[in-house]
């Protein structure tokens, strides 16, 4: 037998015969069905998703107002920049209302997940479980509520109450995500602090806090997100001369959509976008730790 045979018989033998040569052939032919098909509905969803973004895009360089394309123009960005003054207080009554609501939530909320984690007293798991009611519960019950609870308290309804109701809804979001952080959480890192002399106080700003750093800022920027886009509950607490900025876009667009959201819609994309981009390392970081 020469080598081209010796070869030929070779290659021959590792190939798959009968039952497992057919059931490779099916696998790979249902593989490649499912694969057309989950491509299929990616670019599907991903078509549903951006195409009013696109037509937003488009339309925010329009030089009229209506749907129909009169030409290429910057008007309404220049009426955004420059003749916009109320929209703009109202992005900073929301960017202010944002931070400072979810950066209370964040410091509240962690350190009653690590009180409920670390000691055993009573109702705690009353508190535990009464705690996720803002984030279960409709947002126009909680509105209402808030919203009698200030009129009977006798609350000026203003940027205050805008606050304290956005501090109490974000608490379960930043509570939840620490409480997950702390599910995984090495308990024997702590007796070892214990052990080399860390008081309690030393413990939970050395050790405790920084291992729970990935689950706090989560809670963090999503206290942020859902506070900057919260419009039932703001409707209900927001007083004169306290609009933020979706109670002036649900005020603007009764009337028709003005092209002047699409342009100020398309700069916080484009801001969004940025700033995800130069944050990438360090959200990389966060995600990784």
């Given at each position: 037998m020469n080598l081209r045979a010796l070869v030929h018989q070779t290659i021959t033998s590792l190939k798959p015969r009968g039952a497992a040569g057919e059931a490779a052939r099916h696998a790979k032919r249902a593989y490649r069905t499912r694969s057309f098909f989950s491509g299929t509905v990616f670019a599907a969803t991903m078509v549903f998703l951006f195409t009013p973004l696109l037509v937003l895009f488009l339309y925010s360089f329009n030089g009229s107002k209506g749907m129909r394309w009169t030409g290429f123009s910057f008007v309404w960005y220049e009426q955004l920049l420059f003749h916009s003054r109320d929209l703009w207080r109202s992005f900073r009554n929301s960017v202010f209302i944002a931070l400072t609501s979810a950066l209370t939530a964040t410091i509240i909320g962690t350190l009653g997940a690590v009180g409920v984690n670390w000691y055993r007293f009573r109702f705690r798991n009353y508190i535990q479980t009464i705690?996720?009611?803002?984030?279960?519960?409709?947002?126009?019950?909680?509105?209402?509520?808030?919203?009698?609870?200030?009129?009977?308290?006798?609350?000026?309804?203003?940027?205050?109450?805008?606050?304290?109701?956005?501090?109490?809804?974000?608490?379960?979001?930043?509570?939840?995500?620490?409480?997950?952080r702390l599910d995984e959480f090495d308990f024997s890192i702590i007796e070892a602090a214990r052990d080399l002399g860390a008081n309690e106080r030393q413990t939970l700003l050395r050790v405790t806090i920084p291992i729970c750093m990935p689950g706090i800022v989560s809670g963090f920027l999503t206290a942020v997100t859902i506070s900057l886009e919260d419009f039932v509950i703001t409707?209900?607490?927001?007083?004169?001369?306290?609009?933020?900025?979706?109670?002036?876009?649900?005020?603007?667009?009764?009337?028709?959509?003005?092209?002047?959201?699409?342009?100020?819609?398309v700069v916080m994309i484009l801001g969004t976008v940025l700033l995800t981009y130069l944050l990438r390392n360090f959200l990389k970081y966060i995600a990784a730790k």
């Amino acid at each position: 037998m020469n080598l081209r045979a010796l070869v030929h018989q070779t290659i021959t033998s590792l190939k798959p015969r009968g039952a497992a040569g057919e059931a490779a052939r099916h696998a790979k032919r249902a593989y490649r069905t499912r694969s057309f098909f989950s491509g299929t509905v990616f670019a599907a969803t991903m078509v549903f998703l951006f195409t009013p973004l696109l037509v937003l895009f488009l339309y925010s360089f329009n030089g009229s107002k209506g749907m129909r394309w009169t030409g290429f123009s910057f008007v309404w960005y220049e009426q955004l920049l420059f003749h916009s003054r109320d929209l703009w207080r109202s992005f900073r009554n929301s960017v202010f209302i944002a931070l400072t609501s979810a950066l209370t939530a964040t410091i509240i909320g962690t350190l009653g997940a690590v009180g409920v984690n670390w000691y055993r007293f009573r109702f705690r798991n009353y508190i535990q479980t009464i705690s996720f009611l803002p984030m279960i519960l409709p947002e126009i019950i909680i509105g209402v509520s808030l919203a009698v609870f200030f009129a009977g308290a006798r609350f000026r309804l203003g940027l205050a109450t805008i606050f304290i109701a956005h501090t109490t809804f974000n608490l379960p979001f930043v509570f939840l995500m620490v409480m997950a952080r702390l599910d995984e959480f090495d308990f024997s890192i702590i007796e070892a602090a214990r052990d080399l002399g860390a008081n309690e106080r030393q413990t939970l700003l050395r050790v405790t806090i920084p291992i729970c750093m990935p689950g706090i800022v989560s809670g963090f920027l999503t206290a942020v997100t859902i506070s900057l886009e919260d419009f039932v509950i703001t409707y209900f607490v927001a007083g004169p001369g306290s609009s933020t900025l979706p109670l002036y876009i649900y005020s603007a667009i009764r009337f028709g959509v003005s092209p002047v959201i699409n342009a100020l819609s398309v700069v916080m994309i484009l801001g969004t976008v940025l700033l995800t981009y130069l944050l990438r390392n360090f959200l990389k970081y966060i995600a990784a730790k």
